[in-house]
C-alpha cells in the first residue's frame, strides 16, 4: 500500500525537545503517525507532551518502543552523529531533516551506511508521507515537515529533491483527485541518503503504485542515472520536472546540491535524458500533475 | 553563502601548514609593502619576482585594467619595477573573463618567488556526487583550462575515487605521481604534495582544492622540486563553525553587495540580470518560478528563497533588497505556505508593500493553508497588487507588466 512507512510504522524522534522538532513531532501526532519515543540525550524519563517517552539514547529507546523509524531533527554540528547513532541502532529507516550539514560528515555517514540494514532519506529534505484515509489524509504516517492536508491517499509515488516543489506536485495531484501512495523528498544535499533511482526501484516494485512523479533540479547526475534505468526497468507511467532550466552557472542556488559546475548538471542534460526515458516533462511547474495525468 | 572562496594567498597558507610546497611570498596592500617584500625575495637570492593580484576570479594574467593597463600578474626584475606594477593596480578595476563588465577593485597583491618552471600539471580534489567520496583529478597538462582537456583529451585527465575511512594511501599519491609523468626523486615530491593537498581539501572542509598550474621548478643549485604555484580553495559554509581561523579569510569585497545584505536575514538571494523580481518560499520551488517566468517570456532579476518561514522581517527585508536592483519592473511574490497559515503570510507581504513604499507592479500567488483568508487580506489592504491562483497565471501577469 505503500514504500517505506505505513500507517503502523513506529516512529522515534532525534532532537524532540528542540523547537523545531517539538513543533513538528506535534504536528505528525495530530496527522495520526506512532510518534513512539524521543531521544535527547541527557532528558531520559521526561515525556513529550505528558505521553511520549523521552531516553538518552537512540538504542534503548528503540529496544523499549519498538521504534523501527526515526526522525532527525538535530541541528547540524550533531546531526551526522545522530545518524550514525540511527544506523548502529539497527534502525530499518532513518529520515534526516536537519538542513546544514557539512559535506565531509555526510560523505562519512554515507560510508558508514554501505552494508548497513539502515535506508537513510535526507537531509535536508521534507521528509516523508504516506497519507491516511481519514479528512485531510490524516491517520497515514508523516515523518518530517511537510504539510499534511495537502495529501489524499491513493496510488501515485511523489519522489523529489526539493520541499515546497513537491508539496506544489502532490497538492496539484490532490487538486485533481489523484492520491498518492508515498511522497518522498530526498533532500537538495550533494551527499544523499537515497537517491532518486532508489526510490524509484520502491515504487517501482510497490504493487499499490500506478504511477510515479519525480522531480529533479541542476546540479550532479542522479536525475540523469533514474532517467536510464527507467528506460530499461520501469513498468510504470512516470513524469517529471526539472527545476533550474535558467540558473545560471556556476552558483548554488540555495540547496548546497543545486549548482552546474563544469557543464555537468544543467537542466537540459536532465530533461533530454528524461525524454530519452518515455518520462512525459511537465515545461511549466504548474503542469506536473497533468504531464502525468496524460500518460495514465 | 554556501560556500566561500578564498583568495590565492589564503589557499597557499592552508596549503602550506598542511605541507604543501608553494613559492614564497607574502600578501600587501600598498606599493610601499610590496617593494619591501620584494627586496627581501632579491636579497635571498630569487632573480625574479611575480606579482599576482588577489581577486576571485581566473584569468587575471590576462585581464585589463579600467585604465588601459593590461595584466594582472607580472613578473618583475627589480623592486622598482615591482613598486611600479603594483602602484599601477592597486586601486585600480580590472576585467575579466570572468568579472563582467563591471570588473573587479583590486585590494590586495601577492608578492611571490618567480620561479622557473621546468614543467606544468594539473591537480585538483573536488566531491564525486556519484559515488559521495572525494575524487583527486589529476592531469599532465597544466596551466590551462581543465574543462577544455577533458573536452579535447579526456585520456590527459586521471581520476582516483579515496576512500574517506582510509584516507589517501602513500602508494595512491605514488601512482597519481607517475600518473602525471614524474621519476625518480620527484616520485616522492610529487607523492607528499598530493597527498598534502588531499589532507587540505579534507581538514578544512573544502569544497573544492585545485593546483593549477602544479609544478616542476628548478632550484637554484639545479635540482628540481615540486610546488603549488597557483591555487584555488573553497570552503564549505556549513563547516565554518568548526573553522574559525578560515571564517575570518572571508573578504566582503568579492561578494556582490545585495547578496551580502540579503544573508544577513538568511535569505537566499543571488542577483540576475532580468526585469522580474520574483520572492519565493523554498531553492525549488524558487527556481522554477524563475523558469515559469522565462517560459511566458520574461527574464528573472534573480533568485530569491526567503525560507520556510518568511516572516514579515524577512519578506520585508527581502522588498527593500530587489527594489535596490534598478533593472526590476515587476516583482512577483509565490508562497506555498504549506505549515505556515497563508493569511499571515499575506499580512507580513502587505506590511513589506507598505514600509517599502511599493510603486512596482506586484503580483502576488498564495496557495496552502488558510488561503482564503490569505487572498482576502490581500484583496482588502488597498493595495494595488494582482492576484493569481496558479504559478503559470501568476508567471503571465507579471510577465506582462514586466514587459508593458
Same mark, same amino acid.
Request: with cysteine.
Given at each position: ?48 507532551? /505528558? ?36 544506523? /548502529? ?47 485531510? $489524509? ?21 519522489? $523529489? ?36 533511482? /532508489? ?6 516494485? /510497490? ?13 550532479? $547526475? ?57 518520462? $512525459? ?16 | 553563502?554556501?560556500?566561500? !572562496? ?54 587575471? +594574467? ?18 622598482? &619595477?615591482? %613598486? ?12 575579466? #573573463? ?21 614543467? @606544468? ?26 574543462? @577544455?582537456?577533458?573536452?579535447? !583529451? ?33 616520485? %616522492?615530491?610529487?607523492? #607528499? ?49 568548526? %573553522?574559525?581561523?578560515?571564517? @575570518? ?29 520574483? =520572492? ?10 524563475? &523558469?515559469?517566468?522565462?517560459?511566458? +517570456? ?26 535596490? &536592483? ?5 516583482? =512577483?511574490?509565490?508562497?506555498?505556505? +504549506? ?17 517599502? %513604499? ?47
Amino acid at each position: 500500500m505503500a514504500i517505506l512507512v505505513k500507517p503502523d510504522t513506529k516512529l522515534l524522534v532525534q532532537g524532540i525537545t528542540g523547537s523545531f522538532g517539538a513543533r513538528h513531532t506535534q504536528l505528525s501526532i495530530e496527522y495520526g503517525t506512532q510518534v513512539v519515543a524521543g531521544v535527547t540525550p541527557g532528558k531520559a524519563g521526561q515525556k513529550f507532551q /505528558d505521553t511520549v517517552p523521552i531516553f538518552d539514547g537512540v538504542a534503548e529507546a528503540a529496544r523499549e518502543t519498538g521504534a523501527t523509524a526515526s526522525a532527525i531533527f538535530v541541528p547540524p554540528p550533531f546531526a551526522a552523529d545522530a545518524i550514525l547513532e540511527a544506523i /548502529d541502532a539497527g534502525l530499518e529507516l532513518v529520515v534526516a531533516i536537519t538542513e546544514g550539514i557539512p559535506v565531509r560528515d555526510m560523505i562519512e555517514v554515507k560510508a558508514a551506511i554501505n552494508g548497513s540494514a539502515t535506508r537513510l532519506i535526507g537531509p535536508n529534505c521534507p521528509g516523508v508521507v504516506t497519507p491516511g484515509t481519514d479528512k485531510d $489524509s490524516h491517520g497515514g504516517c508523516r515523518i518530517g515537515i511537510a504539510p499534511g492536508y495537502i495529501h489524499k491517499a491513493g496510488d501515485i509515488g511523489v519522489v $523529489s529533491r526539493s520541499g515546497t516543489l513537491t508539496y506544489e506536485a502532490v497538492w496539484q495531484l490532490t487538486c485533481n483527485g489523484l492520491g498518492q501512495s508515498t511522497c518522498v523528498g530526498i533532500g537538495g544535499d550533494p551527499v544523499p541518503g537515497s537517491t532518486h533511482l /532508489d526510490i524509484i526501484k520502491l515504487f517501482n516494485d /510497490d504493487p499499490d503504485t500506478r504511477g510515479i512523479i519525480m522531480i529533479g533540479e541542476i546540479g550532479g $547526475s542522479a536525475e540523469e542515472e533514474a532517467a536510464a534505468w527507467i528506460k530499461e526497468n520501469c513498468k510504470k507511467p512516470v513524469a517529471g520536472f526539472i527545476a533550474g532550466t535558467t540558473a545560471p552557472p556556476g552558483r548554488r542556488m540555495g540547496h548546497a546540491g543545486a549548482i552546474i559546475s563544469g557543464g555537468k548538471g544543467t537542466a537540459e542534460a536532465k530533461i533530454a535524458a528524461m525524454e530519452d526515458a518515455g518520462i $512525459s516533462v511537465a515545461e511549466t511547474p504548474s503542469q506536473m500533475a497533468e504531464a502525468l495525468i496524460k500518460i495514465l | 553563502m554556501e560556500e566561500m !572562496n578564498l583568495h590565492e594567498y589564503q589557499a597557499k597558507q592552508l596549503l602550506a601548514s598542511h605541507g604543501v610546497e608553494v613559492p614564497g611570498g607574502q600578501p600587501c596592500t600598498t606599493a610601499d609593502e610590496a617593494r619591501n617584500i620584494a627586496e627581501g625575495l632579491f636579497a635571498a637570492g630569487q632573480e625574479m619576482v611575480v606579482l599576482k593580484i588577489q581577486i576571485h576570479s581566473g584569468g587575471r +594574467g590576462k585581464g585589463v585594467f579600467k585604465d588601459g593597463f593590461k595584466g594582472g600578474v607580472h613578473l618583475c626584475k627589480s623592486a622598482d &619595477d615591482v %613598486h611600479e606594477k603594483a602602484k599601477a593596480m592597486l586601486g585600480n578595476t580590472i576585467v575579466t #573573463k570572468q568579472t563582467g563588465e563591471a570588473g573587479r577593485q583590486v585590494h590586495t597583491l601577492l608578492v611571490a618567488s618567480g620561479e622557473k618552471i621546468v614543467d @606544468e600539471f594539473y591537480l585538483a580534489v573536488l566531491l564525486d556526487r556519484e559515488t559521495s567520496q572525494p575524487l583527486i583529478m589529476a592531469s599532465r597538462e597544466g596551466g590551462v583550462d581543465i574543462e @577544455e582537456v577533458a573536452e579535447t !583529451n579526456p585520456d590527459a585527465i586521471v581520476k582516483l575515487n579515496v576512500d574517506p575511512l582510509l584516507g589517501l594511501q602513500p602508494y595512491q599519491a605514488r601512482n597519481l605521481a607517475k600518473a602525471l609523468g614524474l621519476s625518480g626523486k620527484l616520485i %616522492h615530491h610529487g607523492a #607528499k604534495l598530493i597527498a598534502g593537498v588531499y589532507k587540505t581539501w579534507w581538514e578544512c572542509d573544502a569544497s573544492m582544492v585545485e593546483i593549477n598550474p602544479l609544478c616542476i621548478v628548478e632550484n637554484a643549485d639545479g635540482s628540481q622540486k615540486i610546488a603549488a604555484v597557483d591555487a584555488k580553495i573553497s570552503v564549505d559554509a556549513n563547516a565554518l563553525y568548526r %573553522h574559525k581561523d578560515i571564517a @575570518e579569510m572571508r573578504d566582503l569585497n568579492e561578494e556582490a553587495e545585495l547578496e551580502v545584505e540579503a544573508s544577513k536575514y538568511d535569505l537566499n538571494y543571488i542577483k540576475l540580470d532580468g526585469s522580474v523580481a520574483c =520572492l519565493v518560499n523554498g531553492a525549488g520551488l524558487a527556481m522554477a518560478t524563475m &523558469d515559469a517566468i522565462k517560459h511566458y +517570456g520574461g527574464d528573472p532579476a534573480n533568485f530569491l528563497d526567503v525560507g520556510g518561514s518568511a516572516s514579515t522581517e524577512q519578506v520585508t527585508a527581502a522588498f527593500q533588497i530587489v527594489l535596490k &536592483d534598478p533593472n526590476v519592473k515587476a516583482i =512577483l511574490v509565490n508562497i506555498f505556505g +504549506g505549515i505556515m497559515n497563508c493569511n499571515t503570510i499575506a499580512e507580513g507581504v502587505v506590511a513589506a508593500a507598505e514600509a517599502t %513604499h511599493l510603486k512596482l507592479p506586484l503580483v502576488v500567488r498564495l496557495e496552502g493553508n488558510n488561503v482564503a483568508a490569505g487572498r482576502k487580506t490581500l484583496a482588502d489592504s488597498g493595495l494595488t497588487l494582482i492576484g493569481a491562483d496558479s504559478m503559470a497565471e501568476a508567471a503571465q501577469k507579471v510577465v506582462a507588466e514586466a514587459t508593458a
